[in-house]
């Protein structure tokens, strides 16, 4: 049942326009194994025989090979005992505010609205390194200890969960606050108050 949720949720992200071609990874945990979507297929139609399931280790515990995310997703699950779902896009606004230069490292999306705090925030920015790599998996371990939400630059998001559907919230809000940030780039825009973000 909860991998066929996993493939239902990666359908309905990709029908959305929040994954496109064969990018994205999702995965979940359940006891000490991780079910994770595929490398080289698309989030669109998969079954749970599709699913690669591996140790915490990365020990391959099936058949079918694991996103070459994998080394991140066991990671964060190896250090957060409370996290059970990690969901990977390249959703357009997301890595389009991951390119930009001048974002502030310590907080990269402006105060716009409550939900961004109440659902993503902090979010950590990570620095480029290449998709799949140890660099890139020891670089947001680091970042997951004290965050839930993560902007990989030129890349994508990350936003995991203690269920699937917190994962997948946080990753729709952050994605949603990207695309206000870039409708909003050119106009006079009244920013929540330090007092405001600090009620929430």
Avoid at 56 to 76: C, I, T, V, Y
Wanted: proline share 6%; net charge negative; hydrophobic share 40%.
């Amino acid at each position: 049942m909860i991998l066929q949720s996993l493939c239902d949720v990666a359908e309905s992200l990709y029908a959305r326009g929040y994954a496109t071609g064969l990018t994205g990874n999702l995965s979940i945990r359940s006891d000490n194994q991780i079910w994770i979507t595929p490398t080289g297929e698309s989030l669109h139609k998969l079954s749970p025989d599709a699913l690669a399931c591996i140790s915490l280790n990365g020990d391959h515990q099936n058949q079918n090979r694991p996103s070459k995310e994998w080394p991140f997703h066991a990671a964060m699950y190896s250090i957060r005992s409370d996290l059970n779902a990690i969901v990977h896009l390249h959703s357009i606004h997301a890595v389009a505010l991951s390119c930009l230069e001048t974002l502030d490292p310590i907080n990269p999306v402006p105060p716009i609205t409550p939900y961004y705090f109440m659902r993503v925030a902090p979010l950590a920015l990570i620095p480029y390194f290449r998709p799949g790599s140890r660099a890139l998996a020891d670089a947001v371990e680091a970042a997951a200890a004290s965050h839930n939400s993560m902007l990989l630059r030129n890349h994508g998001l990350i936003c995991a969960g203690y269920s699937l559907s917190e994962a997948i919230d946080r990753a729709e809000e952050l994605e949603q606050t990207a695309r206000l940030y870039f409708l909003l780039r050119d106009e006079n825009v009244r920013h929540l108050s330090a007092a405001e973000v600090s009620e929430l």
